[in-house]
């Protein structure tokens, strides 16, 4: 795949906070974490992390694309599971170093199959239980 887009480096505070230009702060792995979170219910689906050709892809094909890195390599959502992320509004916080994509989810969010990634609930005794998110989840 090939990066579209160029990204300039990131620009002093004021400009990163208060100005228009898309200069993503990646980390020193030349990544950024993504969170996706479903368009309709809020609902956070899962966070990943998009180099700098996964943050291209995304914004250009509206597709949502990540960075794998236990796999060290570039991958569209849903390519082999069909369970795609339509990427429906996109932002960066206010340091440019995180991503927000509002997402339209076909089929789980989780490698798992469940609905979202998070789908575990820690206790105020510190166990965890498991949330049903959607019907799929309680099959």
């Known amino acids: 795949m090939s990066n579209p887009l160029q990204f300039a480096p990131p620009g002093d505070g004021q400009a990163l906070e208060t100005g228009l230009a898309l200069t993503p702060n990646f980390n020193d792995q030349g990544l950024i974490p993504a ?3 479903d368009v309709e219910t809020g609902e956070v689906l899962m ?3 998009m180099n700098a050709e996964a943050l291209s892809l995304t914004i250009t094909t509206r597709q949502a694309h ?3 890195r236990s796999r060290g390599e570039l991958w569209r959502k849903g ?3 069909g369970h795609t992320q339509k990427v429906i509004d996109m ?3 206010c340091d440019q170093d995180t991503v927000w994509i509002k997402v339209e989810q076909e089929g789980g969010a989780c490698h798992t ?3 979202s990634c998070f789908y575990r609930r820690v206790e105020k005794d510190g166990h965890m239980t498991s949330v049903i998110l959607s ?3 309680s099959k």
């Open 35 to 37: 969170i996706a979170t």
């Open 47 to 49: 966070l990943a992390w």
């Open 66 to 68: 990540y960075w794998s």
């Open 79 to 81: 390519a082999t599971s």
């Open 91 to 93: 932002r960066l916080d």
């Open 113 to 115: 199959g469940k609905a």
């Open 135 to 137: 019907e799929a989840d």
